[in-house]
């Protein structure tokens, strides 16, 4: 079965520190990428997202990721974290075949606490 | 501003009650979704529609009723429900169906008692 998963369940930084989460995932065919983050008290939401063209994307407050096919990963970076980047990450897969149905596949969720 | 809210937002039950959680989404979307999170756990799909078909049940029990009544709303019915199924449980939307791109709500922290 596809998964996707985090190696770390659980970072923690001083700031300005930087930030690297792992996420790989199993499937051989096309796949679409996102990070999500969860502050705490608060939903879900994308950080960034890959589809198509340049593996390296860039996201919201700083954050980046890079594609690389080869390896099946979807790494999530900064290069200087913030007190305020504390939250919970999720890497997901939308798997793109007819009969996935290209539901999105969660990662269990990197827990990154950042200490001020 | 999230464009898809839930109620209630925290719910005690006991296993044998019935109790009914409700999403609505404000962003047009066609697809809908429900995710149950639960701590140290990937989020599970639970159910998917899409222009308010049923297209994903994924080996849910019956115990959990979804009905999805027009594109902007959803529920999922409860009923003797497990303590095991207490968790967060989470709405979300898309533009459409296999997009990727989902647009989550608060969720429902959900105790069973």
């Known amino acids: 079965a596809q998964s996707v998963s985090q190696h770390n369940h659980h970072v923690i930084l001083s700031e300005a520190a930087s930030l690297e989460l792992g996420c790989n995932y199993s499937y051989g065919g096309t796949v679409n990428l996102f990070w999500y983050v969860q502050y705490p008290g608060q939903h879900l939401q994308l950080l960034l997202k890959y589809f198509s063209g340049d593996p390296l994307v860039k996201g919201i407050k700083g954050f980046e990721a890079e594609f690389i096919k080869s390896k099946f990963s979807f790494n999530l970076r900064k290069p200087s974290v913030q007190w305020s980047d504390t939250a919970e990450y999720f890497c997901a897969v939308n798997l793109l075949t007819y009969n996935q149905g290209g539901k999105l596949i969660f990662g269990q969720g990197t827990e990154l606490s950042v200490k001020p | 501003e999230t464009g898809v809210t839930q109620t209630p937002r925290h719910l005690v039950m006991g296993m044998t009650n019935k109790k009914s959680l409700k999403c609505e989404q404000h962003l047009g979307h066609n697809a809908m979704y429900w995710y149950k999170q639960s701590a140290k756990k990937p989020l599970e799909l639970m159910f998917v529609?899409?222009?308010?078909?049923?297209?994903e049940n994924n080996s849910v029990p019956s115990r959990f009723s979804p009905e999805c009544p027009n594109s902007s709303h959803l529920f999922l019915h409860l009923h003797t429900l497990q303590p095991e199924d207490s968790a967060l449980y989470l709405c979300?939307?898309?533009?459409?169906?296999?997009?990727?791109?989902?647009?989550f709500g608060p969720g429902t922290r959900l105790t069973v008692t």
């Open positions: 979300a939307s898309s533009q459409e169906y296999a997009a990727g791109q989902e647009y």
């Open positions: 529609y899409n222009f308010k078909e049923q297209t």
